[in-house]
């Protein structure tokens, strides 16, 4: 069964959205930091603090219109990076505030980094806006963010904040970044890389499907492949009652969530040129041993245990499918390319 407009938009969107939400959140709680840090500066700090929360309320609604398909979401490799690598750094300082102390103008020269790092990550222009409110929210996103780096060098000017030096101060209250437990953070993490995987399987099957409609000689071929994909989605959603009891995975660190929805968005792209262009039997079978060949050799069924035994039999389950899929276009390979030959030495 092909994936609905709804499902695709979320796979392309939302882990993304949900990254912008992380780096907001971030934001608002180093302002937070400073606030408590500098009373006699609170309310500036207190002011942005709040508007970086609002930041956050405003993606949720974006997450929301990416899931229900409202408007698409093109995801370059360098607007991720750029995130996490400002989610980190905004982390890093709450972490040293917290234990070291900071200055105000140590405080605005981090904030005017942070801002900056927003504006030249560009995530606020990746969206490809067919729908009006996404316009609106997009564009108080970028105002927004402009408007804070313009007030922050305003306030820096007073303190000539390139200058080291001042008065080192330190939060009075302490600020957690994430108010879940590391259980359930962990039981969190894992769900997002247990909904990848069974996405990948549902992404599989809908590119069956088209090939079965676009290949009408061998549409029962596909047809069994695309059947069987989504056999292994509904497996490996059985998963979800023994993660949410507390079975979680080990050596999860192996497998790469950000490549595994890199893959994803390969597949819907196959699919897309196999629905707009002319499709040949060869080019199929080559497009499809390609990617189960990776997802075997990823080892995430192999290399990635639970205390839940019933995960270790559908690991071994899946384990044993991939190779047989492998094997099975292998063969299929091996006999169109026989077939090709036989006619044209017949012809």
């Known amino acids: 069964m092909p ?3 709804e499902k695709k938009a979320a796979l392309m969107g939302s882990s993304y959205i949900r990254k912008i939400m992380e780096h907001e959140e971030a934001l608002q709680i180093l302002y937070s930091c400073f606030a408590s840090a500098f009373p006699k500066y609170r309310e500036f700090w207190e002011q942005i603090a709040q508007e970086e929360l609002r930041h956050k309320q405003m993606t949720l609604v974006l997450d929301q219109k990416t899931k229900t398909g409202e408007f ?3 995801r370059p490799d360098y607007l991720y990076s750029n995130l996490v690598d400002s ?3 905004v982390t890093n300082i709450i972490q040293r505030v917290e234990t070291k102390g900071i200055t105000m103008r140590e405080a605005l020269a981090t904030a005017v980094k ?4 927003m504006l030249e ?3 606020m222009e990746v969206i490809h806006e067919d729908s009006e409110s996404a316009k609106r929210i997009l564009g108080i996103l970028r105002q927004d963010t402009e408007s804070h780096l313009k007030k922050i060098k305003k306030e820096a000017g007073k303190f000539k904040w390139h200058v080291l030096g001042g008065k080192t101060c330190k939060p009075s209250i302490h600020f957690e970044i994430n108010q879940k437990s590391m259980i359930d953070e962990a039981k969190q993490a894992q769900l997002e890389i247990l909904e990848c995987l069974v996405s990948l399987e549902e992404s599989l099957s809908t590119l069956y499907n088209t090939y079965q409609t676009k290949l009408d000689d ?3 071929f596909w047809a069994k492949i695309a059947t069987e994909e989504m056999q292994h989605a509904a497996m490996l959603k059985t998963l979800y009652p023994y993660l949410q009891k507390g079975n979680l995975f080990q050596n999860i660190g192996r497998f790469n969530k950000e490549a595994m929805i890199k893959e994803i968005d390969n597949i819907l792209d196959i699919e897309y040129s196999a629905k ?3 499709l040949t039997m060869q080019e199929a079978l080559h497009n499809a041993l390609k990617l189960e060949t990776q997802l075997a050799e990823s080892s995430f069924y192999s290399t990635v245990e639970s205390a839940s035994p019933e995960f270790k039999v559908i690991c ?3 384990t044993s499918v991939l190779h047989e899929h492998k094997k099975r276009l292998q063969d299929k390979t091996i006999a169109y390319q026989k077939e090709k030959k036989d006619n044209v030495e017949w012809i």
Do not use: H
Request: net charge positive; charged share 30%.
């Open 218 to 220: 061998y549409s029962d």
């Open 3 to 5: 994936l609905s407009r």
């Open 87 to 89: 989610i980190q750094f």
């Open 72 to 74: 698409g979401f093109r």
């Open 114 to 117: 942070a801002e900056s790092n």
């Open 121 to 123: 990550s560009k995530y």
């Open 276 to 278: 707009n262009k002319t």
């Open 316 to 318: 071994e389950r899946m």
